[in-house]
């Protein structure tokens, strides 16, 4: 299977959304719970964009089946140097290296924007998506107990971390 990881575009947000309102509608991996439009995920795209965040697509004979960026952590000038990200698969291409293609890529972006952390933050029954971020070097730093709710549930987050460089 050849994926192609690249920059997205315009033209790739319908499918983008697709994943994503595939994601909101039968996971908890997003919190939301209606499904976005197109011109919500094309504010989210622009953005990105506008704060030189990378938007990547994993591309397959033409055909998006995933896609990952990151953003701002949290808004306080102090965390300048910490991003949150996230990595979506399209349902038919789990478990074919596509997120860790896409994560890598987010991260060689993230070290070459002189960034130090990246997190992760994942609903604790994601038990998939922690062994992805174990795998890829992130480690467990926090559990915060009843923070969402989905499904007529409550949901536990998890953060992930990645520190870029060791330096201070």
């Known amino acids: 299977m050849s994926i192609s ?9 319908p499918a983008v959304l697709e994943i994503v309102n595939h994601e909101i509608l039968h996971s908890t991996a997003i919190w939301d719970y209606d499904t976005r439009t197109l011109a919500q995920q094309q504010a989210i795209f622009e ?15 033409e055909t998006i089946v995933g896609f990952g960026t ?9 965390y300048r140097f910490t991003v949150e990200h996230s ?13 860790t293609l896409l994560l890598k ?6 070290k070459e924007q002189k960034l130090h952390t990246m997190i992760g933050v994942i609903d604790s029954e994601n038990l998939g998506s922690l062994a992805f971020h ?8 926090g ?3 009843q923070t969402g709710f989905k499904f007529n549930r409550w949901l ?3 953060f992930v971390q990645l520190l870029l460089n060791n330096e201070n």
Not at 6 to 13: F, Q
Not at 70 to 78: D, L, M, V, W
């Open 87 to 99: 990595v979506y698969v399209h349902k038919d291409f789990h478990g074919n290296g596509i997120g």
């Open 5 to 13: 990881i690249r920059p997205a575009n315009l033209d790739d947000l």
């Open 156 to 158: 536990d987050s998890i």
């Open 70 to 78: 990151y953003g701002t952590f949290r808004s306080k000038i102090g």
């Open 134 to 141: 174990k795998k890829l070097g992130f480690e467990t730093v």
């Open 47 to 61: 953005g990105k964009n506008a704060h030189g965040f990378p938007f990547l697509v994993a591309v397959k004979n």
């Open 143 to 145: 559990h915060i107990k």
């Open 105 to 110: 890529e987010l991260i060689v972006i993230a």
